[in-house]
């Protein structure tokens, strides 16, 4: 199978995944600045999910871009990864709407490690399915950045019960990390293209 059907129906759930976490944001009641106040804790969590969401649609773009053909173990690893990130509104709300509690910043974290795992999980059956001339495997070589994200986030989930503010530090940093989308791919391709 082709990869044009798995890329389309993954971009809809991102795209419903975005659309569900906005939805928690609520109108205020009050016309003050102050009215806002209570909404920034709402307002942290839905940033810092949607660039996490965008990371996840940027990459898995690029990860993609390697595949030429579409295999039914890519196929459900893919569902694997779109489950985790199913869960995003959810550790989105639940974090937001109780200000960073501990329990809930906590499992944001577990949804965040268990996103990034089988983000992981879909780029090995990926590098399997490709045999030992595989693109993607050429293009991340060690994963240096797979293997510390999950190293942090299991990190995070334990502060949290200490200081849900390191915590959520941490939760940044990894963002940081992948911010610049994983330009080993563009310049795998580019220096085949030359």
Request: hydrophobic content about 55%; proline content about 4%; aromatic content about 14%.
């Amino acid at each position: 199978m082709g990869k044009g059907r798995l890329e389309a129906f993954s971009d809809g759930v991102i795209a419903i995944i975005i659309t569900i976490m906005v939805l928690e944001l609520k109108v205020p009641h009050g016309d003050g600045i102050d009215a806002l106040a209570p909404l920034l804790p709402v307002f942290f969590s839905y940033v810092l999910s949607f660039v996490y969401v965008g990371i996840y649609w940027n990459n898995h773009h690029h990860m993609l871009h390697t595949c030429h053909k579409v295999t039914g173990p890519i196929l459900w690893a893919n569902l694997h990864l779109l489950f985790w990130l199913s869960l995003f509104p959810f550790a989105t709300g639940w974090v937001g709407e109780n200000h960073f509690a501990a329990l809930p910043t906590a499992a944001y974290g577990v949804v965040l490690l268990l996103a990034a795992a089988s983000y992981w999980t879909l780029q090995q059956v990926i590098i399997a399915s490709q045999g030992h001339n595989s693109l993607l495997k050429k293009a991340v070589g060690n994963d240096w950045k797979g293997k510390l994200s999950l190293l942090i986030y299991g990190i995070a989930i334990a502060v949290a019960f200490w200081s849900q503010w390191v915590s959520l530090g941490l939760y940044v940093l990894v963002a940081l990390i992948w911010l610049v989308p994983d330009r080993r791919i563009e310049a795998l391709f580019a220096s085949i293209e030359k």
